[in-house]
């Protein structure tokens, strides 16, 4: 981590600005210490280079939407592709139920609290040293510059033309993953000047920071440990704002609609590449996941997507629908004005 991201990271709580304490380094880099909140005092932990800023110092990894919208315990095994097959058990309108019993009696459930684990430095040392890449054909498949592909590829391929479009010198990609979508616009776009990938799940950190370090940018670039729906990042930071495929994994899309758009600049761009209408992996019906989705403010199609930006203040630039191999896909532009 760069001293100089502290310029644009906030506390995820209340924003407040942050302070580093016990700190080593190497090479000018921030390898481990402590931030501290100015305002509330809060704390959040640097691990083997990367913030984690997540809410309480809860250490997240990703959990299925659905999941999550019922509260199933964190850890808890998915139960099929984006625990669908929880939702075909249940029944939808049980389901819808056992939602709206859970948000009128019950808080959110946080995961562990207990922020540096001993697994987690394992996993975060073997990931750091770029090991993980060296297996499975990896190297290959995800250290490739530029990217090449089928069908797939050409929606890929305007989405990055898209986003570069946008002219940005600061860029910002939510939902992040393994960072294959961030690292290709940094490799593609020469003249960004800060690049911040923002991710929940700690353990693809180091995956993102390693492919920054491989394409030669990671001096203007840090991947983040944090909440989308919670950005530890200062209003009015960055010129665009993109997410690539990762709308159907969020539980809180109007929470998301509301930071991506507090974090832009005045007129900033927000690009988003995602599935025309959910996802269902032919589990269930399109028209009953729509049903539990509006109820529990996951992803619900592009129509309601379109409609919930602009709830929160974006204009819509521009809308592209692409043919994918596996159905249609959205390219969307957003304004903030």
Not at 186 to 209: H, M, P, S, T
Not at 257 to 263: D, I, K, S
Request: aromatic share 8%.
């Amino acid at each position: 981590m760069q001293s100089s991201a502290l310029e644009y990271l906030r506390c995820p709580e209340c924003r407040g600005h942050l302070s580093i304490h016990r700190t080593t380094k190497r090479n000018g880099d921030i390898r481990s210490g402590t931030m501290k909140c100015a305002k509330c005092d809060n704390q959040y932990p640097v691990i083997l280079g990367r913030p984690a800023l997540l809410p309480n110092m809860a250490v997240n990894t990703w959990q299925a939407p659905v999941d999550e919208a019922l509260g199933v315990v964190p850890g808890t095994p998915v139960n099929g592709l984006l625990s669908l097959n929880r939702l075909k058990e249940i029944g939808i309108d049980r389901a819808i139920e056992q939602l709206r019993n859970r948000n009128m009696n019950t808080e959110l459930i946080e995961s562990d609290p207990n922020a540096v684990t001993k697994e987690l430095l394992g996993k975060a040392r073997y990931l750091d040293s770029g090991e993980w890449f060296k297996h499975k054909g990896r190297a290959k498949r995800l250290l490739s510059f530029p990217a090449e592909g089928g069908v797939n590829f050409d929606i890929f391929r305007e989405f990055m033309n898209t986003v570069q479009r946008t002219e940005p010198e600061y860029l910002i990609d939510l939902l992040s993953g393994g960072g294959y979508g961030v690292t290709h616009q940094a490799f593609q776009n020469r003249a960004l000047r800060r690049i911040a990938a923002v991710e929940r799940d700690l353990k693809c950190l180091w995956n993102i920071q390693y492919r920054f370090k491989h394409i030669g940018r990671s001096s203007i670039s840090e991947a983040i440990g944090g909440d989308v729906r919670r950005l530890p990042i200062a209003s009015e930071s960055f010129d665009t704002a993109m997410t690539l495929q990762g709308l159907v994994e969020l539980h809180g899309i109007s929470r998301f609609l509301q930071e991506t758009y507090r974090v832009l600049k005045q007129d900033g761009y927000y690009v988003a590449l995602y599935s025309e209408d959910p996802v269902t992996f032919d589990i269930i019906p399109v028209s009953d996941l729509r049903k539990f989705a509006l109820e529990a403010n996951l992803y619900t199609g592009h129509e309601h997507f379109i409609s919930a930006a602009e709830k929160v203040g974006f204009r819509m630039i521009s809308t592209k629908a692409l043919e994918g191999t596996r159905g249609m896909k959205r390219i969307t532009v957003f304004r903030k004005i």
